[in-house]
């Protein structure tokens, strides 16, 4: 019988739609998609916004270390670990000039582990971030 668990991670932001952080599909872990945002506040790691929630400025690098920090929480939470990711997709809206440092971060986070990974250059996301990261890993069956 296949398994099809959702997980609702207690130290990752939550969802700002009706989605779980992850659903498990056999030993397939599936992540929504993750922000930098953190938890319990509207506060986003190295943004800073106007009155009307408009990107005044942000910083990447900051962005990159919570994001990967939220994708760590729910890993673990499901019963995984960030050596088991298999894929990561990455969103950025700002190609140009975040990616060099984003990549180099990256690097810094999976020297082992080289998950296969696709990097997208996108207009906008849901809140005012500028990262997010979809990500697979493969998860331990614990009832074997």
């Given amino acids: ?21 992850a659903r498990r599909v056999g030993n397939l872990l599936f992540l929504s998609g993750v922000g930098p945002r953190e938890r319990g506040s509207k506060t986003i790691p190295g943004v800073t916004l106007d009155e009307q929630g408009n990107i005044l400025a942000y910083d990447i690098e900051a962005q990159c270390h919570s994001v990967f920090r939220n994708v760590r929480y729910i890993l673990e939470e ?29 690097a810094q986070y999976f020297p082992d582990n080289r998950p296969c ?27 074997a």
Avoid: C
Avoid at 130 to 141: G, H, P, Q, S, Y
């Fill in 1 to 21: 019988m296949e398994t099809h668990d959702t997980f609702h991670s207690s130290r990752a932001p939550e969802p700002v739609g009706l989605y779980p952080h």
């Fill in 117 to 143: 990974r696709t990097t997208l250059g996108i207009s906008s996301l849901p809140t005012p971030i500028a990262i997010e990261l979809k990500v697979i890993a493969v998860i331990n069956d614990t009832s």
């Fill in 78 to 106: 499901a019963g995984a670990s960030w050596e088991q990711m298999v894929d990561v997709t990455v969103f950025l809206t700002n190609m140009k000039d975040d990616f060099p440092i984003y990549n180099r971060i990256y």
